[in-house]
């Protein structure tokens, strides 16, 4: 059995599979993608996609599919013993530019393999990981085929492989948690309601000391009153219990029971009960029996394998946090792994991935499993704070070895602004509106200029009195720190009505005003922002030097 060779093995073709495979094939790497399933599985599983998300799949490329086939989620009715209890709408601050939405597991993997074939490569179905045996200068995996057996030998391997992750057992990374004692049915059906359309449905019973002993929660979906509904599976003799979420004998309580699941009738029994209107359900599309467990990767990466998604983390599904922490999570990892393959990466850099994604899967579990116990409270805290944290809007690497790791760059937020707004390194680069552009009729947006490569960015702020000399100087140091994989643009303030004399350089004009406000710049500012939208460098009166040596803690 000869060994074929790639850059990158990812197991598991799910939503977070999906993203790395199609990051790193963006970027020019060899790629390929297996999963043990012989077809895609045809579930609304994960269902809620939120606005950071939608962000990523703009810099991928892929967010106008995903506009077109999505419904927004614009809030959550809830009801207690029947009687209406607070609404919660989920409104953003208007710079944000995307809001919540709902769209079917089954669809985010459609168009997520498409995006992908659309680089060359496909999945590669009923294909299982067998083992994993890691030399110094690659990962040899053992594959299961629907030809036979297989050797592969990669130069790095990431296990998007769900919560009985072959490859996180394959390198024995801990998995340590609990599971939830209740067993919950899902479905996929058509109701006849009057409820407004866009909101989600919570209805609760309370026993006599006003504990919550019976649950009903409905997302709406594409479709006319379609709803991907979540309930308790009744005890006793004629309930659908005895599911243990543990198809893989691995001792994880997490996930779909396989082969069983509710019928109409199950559906209609906990409707007829909770339902705040008499309605009646029909079209079953699909159903199944699931658990729910907590558990954390203690590392996501051993040796040059990594984790990622469900593989890392797994958490009660509480505000729609898990695909979208993983997409994340694999928006991270990608563009660090071609730098490591194109030899440019700075030593370090690939560990930064635990270092920045473990915090955030630690919050997130956390905060996921105290929500799912303790129910969600909006007035515990500002609520546009707390929609931004649901958003996935605040995560922030600051802390990580590349943010702002010294009080010199601590500092740098109070420059352009006396207030000190604006981002900080690690903070997710905010968006902005109203740039003119030379030839362009209509203002475009910060992102559209971020996004039009898979490289860092270079921002440079010009005041009326900047100098293309400078200008000019700070691109070619930046360019050259990174190797050529650097795009640079300029952004003239408001006042100034014109580009320096003989600049080179893309620019756009603030003329709204909106880069000032979103970003407190200095005059004569430099920001560097990465490939995945989290600001690296904001450095006042950059000289080419403090710009090099910025770059030098992510380029070789």
Known sequence: MDDTETEVLVVGAGPVGLTAAAELRRRGVGCRIVDRLARPQPYAKAVGIQPRTLEVWEAMGL????????????????????????RLDLDLPAEVPYRFAALPQDVTERLLTEHLAGFGTRVERGTELLGLDQREDHVRATLATPDGPAGLRARYV???DGAHSRVRRAIGVDFAGDAF????????????????EGYGVRCT????DGVADDVLVCIPLPGHRRYRMSMLVPSGPDGAGGADGDADGDGVTHGLEPGRGPGLRDVQAVLDRLSPRPTTAGTLRWSSVFRISHRLADRYRVGRVFLAGDAAHIHPPTGAQGMNTGVQDAFNLAWKLALALRGVAADGLLDSY???????????????????????????????????????????????????????????????DPAGAGPLAGDRAPDCTGLERPLAAFPVRLFELLHGGPHHALLLY???????????????????????????HVLLARDAAAPPEGLLLPFARDAAGSFRT??????????????????????????????????????R
């Open 158 to 160: 990431l296990g998007c």
């Open 462 to 488: 010009a005041g009326a009195e900047a100098r293309a000399e400078r200008l000019h100087a700070l691109a070619d140091a930046a360019r050259a720190a990174a190797h050529g994989l650097l795009d640079v």
């Open 63 to 86: 967010v106008g599919r995903v506009l077109d086939e999505a419904v927004p989620m614009l809030g959550q009715l809830t009801f207690v013993d029947g009687e209406p209890g607070p």
């Open 518 to 555: 979103a970003w407190a710049p200095a005059d004569g500012e430099a920001f560097v922002v990465r490939p995945d939208g989290h600001l690296d460098a904001r450095l006042p009166a950059a000289a080419p030097a403090d710009l090099t040596a910025r770059l030098r803690r992510t380029f």
């Open 354 to 416: 635990h270092a920045e994604r473990h915090p955030v899967g630690e919050e997130v579990v956390g905060r996921t499993v105290r929500d799912a116990r303790a129910g969600f409270d909006p007035d515990a805290e500002d609520l546009t704070t707390v929609l931004l944290r649901q958003a996935q809007l605040l995560v922030s690497y600051r802390d990580g070895p590349l943010g702002a790791v010294d009080a010199a760059a601590d500092a740098t937020a109070a420059v352009g």
């Open 205 to 208: 019973r309370r026993t006599g």
């Open 181 to 196: 004692p209740e067993q919950y049915m899902l479905g996929d059906v058509e109701v006849d309601w009057d409820l407004p």
